[in-house]
T-cell receptor, first 113, second 115 residues
Framework: ETGVTQSPTHLIKTRGQQVTLRCSSQSGHNTVSWYQQALGQGPQFIFQYYREEENGRGNFPPRFSGLQFPNYSSELNVNALELDDSALYLC????????????FGSGTRLTVV | KNEVEQSPQNLTAQEGEFITINCSYS?????LHWLQQHPGGGIVSLFM???GKKKHGRLIATINIQEKHSSLHITASHPRDSAVYIC?????????????????FGQGTILTVHP
């Protein structure tokens, strides 16, 4: 299987709730990174996972957390949702250790009401 | 000032025109990416550059490492080229004794090509 798949594509949550977004990496890719893209803005780096360990994090609070599984799929969890968390969440995978580019998913559009 | 700046923010062209989108960055990088994002949100990687120039079909990307500047050119533009074009730089960071790479994105250039 090729490509990066994200689910769900759209999601509506209430302020204070928790959400889990999922990402299946491209076959052979062992690194996944997550990005938040607010409307009209470029994506912002949330964090990156390599071999199930977080190895880089952007300027996001601890209520943004993640997991990477042995099959290199990944989850982004956000607790205590705030209205400003409404955004497109993108994941991208790549193979670390080689000069390979990133493969992006189509994103999950999260709306917090 | 953002670490990655793109210009223009909005660009309107007539079909057939030659288009240039510029990207300037202020950090040390290991690679620069040009990405295309359509209204649905999905991002497609167009180019990854660390030096020189790359060409794919009607798209050409160049980078000048000394000047910290890159350009994306579209020749003979077509309405199907209408999209958001994003420049992203990959930099290396050290955290807890481990280095990792992360992407920093420009704000994007909204391109509309009219027939």
């Amino acid at each position: 299987e090729t490509g990066v798949t994200q689910s769900p594509t759209h999601l509506i949550k209430t302020r204070g709730q928790q959400v889990t977004l999922r990402c299946s990496s491209q076959s052979g890719h062992n690194t996944v990174s997550w990005y938040q893209q607010a409307l009209g803005q470029g994506p912002q780096f949330i964090f990156q996972y390599y071999r199930e360990e977080e190895n880089g994090r952007g300027n996001f609070p601890p209520r943004f957390s993640g997991l990477q599984f042995p099959n290199y799929s990944s989850e982004l969890n956000v607790n205590a949702l705030e209205l400003d968390d409404s955004a497109l969440y993108l994941c991208a995978s790549r193979s670390l250790g080689a000069n390979y580019g990133y493969t992006f998913g189509s994103g999950t559009r999260l709306t917090v009401v | 000032k953002n670490e990655v700046e793109q210009s223009p923010q909005n660009l309107t062209a007539q079909e057939g025109e030659f288009i240039t989108i510029n990207c300037s960055y202020s950090v040390g990088i290991s690679a620069l990416h040009w990405l295309q994002q359509h209204p649905g949100g999905g991002i497609v990687s167009l180019f990854m550059l660390s030096s020189g120039k790359k060409k794919h079909g009607r798209l050409i990307a160049t980078i000048n490492i000394q000047e910290k500047h890159s350009s994306l050119h579209i020749t003979a533009s077509h309405p199907r080229d209408s999209a958001v074009y994003i420049c992203a730089v990959r930099s290396l960071f050290n955290a807890g004794g481990t280095s990792y790479g992360k992407l920093t994105f420009g704000q994007g250039t909204i391109l509309t090509v009219h027939p």
